[in-house]
């Protein structure tokens, strides 16, 4: 919603103050098909050049995260955090019985528990493959951990690709509207016999695409392309927070603590209350026992 309300704000401001200054909206308007369809069109053809198809389509998937916002809520945070609990605790009473959830966690009764974080492939196999390399009795949970750390790197460089494509486009939007105009100016001095009346508003027409690719930059792609990095950033922290808790399960801490590890990483403003994570924890306890 405030994606939506970023947008009216800059479009109300801009056009707003250029109206109220006196200006004419008549040769924009006028204008703007044709400069839109050389910036734009310009812009989407290099976007297309530079990346391939899988990367357009994650593109064009990832723009409606700069409305919707972050995946992953407080709640899930929470959840991933009684999961990870449930499952280290299984681990460690029973090593074996751990084995079916983790190599058929579709399956696993305490998976399903926690649809969302199911829903999440990435998360799953970070979890399943950090914990069937504990039952492995690795040596060194400083192995693991390193691991992970460049496979969630990878992920996230993987990830950030579609802001670093939609910053590209807005860093060439600029110079695409002095393109625009340049062939404005060009069309302007083909009709140099006109009256000023006529060449002024010719020249207008091709300033507007020098207006329009710095507008497109500055005001709408670049701000998506910033929007979409913070969301991709915010979204890496579930990730991150599966990390933490089972490296600190590797290092044979209690299971509390490995919980509370992970809670104390949580991002500030996504990160359970202890007495909320506690109470969670009981109910967790209380099914178990049933």
């Known amino acids: 919603m405030i994606g939506f309300v970023g947008i009216g704000v800059i479009f109300v401001m801009v056009f707003g103050g250029y109206v109220m200054a006196g200006g004419k909206m008549s040769i924009i308007l006028k204008s703007l098909p044709f400069e839109l369809m050389m910036i734009g069109g310009a812009a989407v053809g290099a976007f297309l050049l530079s990346n391939d198809m899988s990367a357009v389509k994650h593109t064009a998937k990832d723009v409606g995260k700069v ?29 074996v019985a751990i084995e079916e959830h983790i190599e058929a966690p579709n399956d696993s009764t305490i998976f399903s528990k926690y649809p969302k974080v199911l829903a999440d492939g990435e998360a799953i196999e970070l979890i399943c493959d950090t914990m069937r390399s504990a039952s492995m009795n690795y040596d060194d949970p400083h192995q693991v951990e390193e691991v992970l750390e460049k496979r969630m790197e990878a992920n996230l460089h993987h990830a950030m690709h579609s802001s670093h494509a939609l910053q590209a486009m807005a860093d060439a939007l600029p110079a695409l509207g002095i393109v625009a105009a340049v062939l404005g100016v060009i069309k302007t001095m083909a009709s140099i016999d006109q009256p000023p009346e006529v060449l002024g508003g010719m020249i207008g027409g091709a300033l507007v695409g020098t207006f ?46 490995c919980i509370e590890v992970g809670r104390q990483n949580t991002p500030a403003h996504y990160r359970p209350s202890f007495s909320e994570l506690e109470e969670a924890l009981k109910a967790v306890k209380s099914s178990g026992a049933a």
């Not at 979409?228 to 044979?252: G, P, W």
């Open 67 to 95: 409305f919707k916002g972050p995946k992953w809520k407080p709640d899930d945070y929470r959840d991933l955090l009684c999961l990870l609990f449930e499952l280290i605790r299984l681990a460690r009473q029973n090593p």
């Open 212 to 257: 329009l690719g710095v507008f497109l930059a500055y005001g709408i792609v670049g701000p998506f392309a910033g929007r979409l990095k913070t969301v991709t950033e915010e979204d890496s922290h579930f990730h991150q927070l599966i990390r933490e808790v089972l490296v600190a399960n590797l290092h044979n801490h209690a299971t509390n603590i």
